[in-house]
């Protein structure tokens, strides 16, 4: 850590701590509700305000009142937040104490649903990707063999939509590591490869800021339930217990979903260019999730009777690699799709596909001709829709109100 990162620690420190003694403990800005249940589809982003039981964690995890000093408070690892979209949160999920066979206090960084809601509409391109980005990336020199560790923003802090504060190879700009950004799915004839920015930090956590979100979950129920029931820990190599080995994916319930093997499996099949030196288990490391378990038992990565079984979407932890002619083994902004029945296969949405050449191109880029080269972290993965409507019981309140309005009318005109 810098002498600055270390100051502005200090000062967020001193800022949680002037804060609680004037609110409550359990938030900053009090959560305040979200969303409705039935979400649709269309050409059009939903509003982050309007999207029900949000669910974060930082990176370091925290409470509400913050994080990057040591604690707690704000400090707490295993910690899930809820957020409104309007600044408002309250904590969840607290994983702390719930693995029999692994009770390390690792930090979270990837959350998941196991039937993540839109997972099947995001790859037919009916529903939009959401994203964050990681608050550090790599410049990698192939010439020296350097690789210079850089900050990324944390955002803008601009109302909603928000310009953006990092600019895309395709000219398209997008928020910073403490923000939510979107890419449209095709659903409506939207042009292909747009990206923007879905929530700023002050929709997020409007006190304090947040610096890095490093794992999202969208579309379950209100606080002070969660429905974040798969998440991975950070260092998935270390990630195991006794007689279990390492685990990159793990149940609610406390047990192993997905071993770490069956990801580096997955990676090292697809990813192009030579394997960095140094122990490739020890280097993938999943960081951002989404599931769908369709088979046998909700807490087994199971076959499909007939088909595809179980499925995954993920990405993985930035990997530079100098020896690389593009300077990167993994640039972390690559999608993977693993189903437990059919080989492993890049994440197609957009109208293109988020293989390393295009993660390359566009979450990258270099200095010049045989310069630097340089590329952006996905560190956490989500999906809407467009608009969510209200609840059936709703639409029977709206039409008594509309039936009793009409005959007070009727009164009136009688009289």
Not at 89 to 106: A, H, I, K, L, N
Not at 243 to 253: E, F, I, M
Request: aromatic fraction near 8%; charge should be negative.
């Amino acid at each position: 850590m810098s002498g600055a990162t270390r100051v502005q620690a200090a000062c967020v420190s001193a800022a949680a701590i002037l804060l609680t003694t004037a609110m409550p403990a359990w938030a900053t800005i009090p959560y305040g509700g979200a969303g409705g249940p039935f979400p649709g589809f269309g050409p059009g982003v939903i509003d982050d305000d309007l999207v029900g039981g949000k669910e974060y964690s930082h990176d370091r995890d925290s409470t509400t009142i913050g994080a990057g000093a040591v604690g707690p408070p704000p400090y707490d690892a295993q910690q899930v937040v809820a957020w409104d979209g309007k600044g408002g949160t309250v904590d969840v999920t607290d994983y702390t104490g719930t693995r029999p066979s692994y009770t390390p206090e690792d930090d979270i960084d990837a959350l998941a649903n196991r039937g993540d809601f839109a997972y099947r509409e995001l790859k037919t391109e009916r529903a939009h990707l959401l994203f964050s980005l990681d608050d550090t990336y790599n410049v990698v020199s192939p010439a020296t063999g350097g690789v210079f560790p850089m900050l990324l923003p944390s955002g803008s802090s601009s109302p909603y939509p928000g310009p953006g504060v990092v600019t895309l190879g395709n000219g398209n700009t997008v928020g910073g590591a403490g923000e939510v950004s979107f890419e449209l799915g095709l659903i409506g004839g939207n042009p292909p490869d747009t990206q923007g920015v879905w929530a700023n930090q002050k929709e997020v956590n409007g006190m304090p800021l947040p610096d890095d979100i490093d794992a999202l979950e969208v579309w379950g129920p209100e606080p002070p339930l969660g429905d974040a029931n798969k998440y991975s820990l950070m260092d998935d190599v270390f990630s195991g217990g006794a007689g279990l080995g390492a685990t990159s994916v793990w149940n609610a319930s406390g047990t192993p979903y997905i071993p770490h093997a069956a990801i580096v499996g997955a990676v090292t099949s697809l990813l192009p260019g030579p394997i960095p030196d140094g122990e490739i288990m020890e280097l993938v490391n999943l960081d951002a999730l989404m599931v769908q378990d369709r088979f046998g038992d909700p807490d087994r990565f199971d076959d499909g009777p007939d088909g595809p079984g179980d499925e995954i979407i993920f990405s993985i932890r930035q990997i530079p690699n100098p020896a690389d002619p593009d300077g990167f083994y993994a640039t972390g902004s690559e999608l993977f799709v693993l189903n437990a029945s059919m080989p492993p296969s890049y994440l197609a949405h957009g109208g293109h596909l988020w293989d390393h050449g295009y993660s390359l191109a566009v979450f990258g880029g270099d200095f010049g001709p045989n310069q630097q080269r340089f590329a952006y972290d996905i560190n956490a993965i989500e999906a809407v829709g467009e608009f969510a409507v209200p609840e059936p019981g709703t639409f029977v309140m709206i039409g008594s109100a509309l039936v009793g309005l009409a005959l007070v009318r009727r009164k009136k005109l009688l009289n």
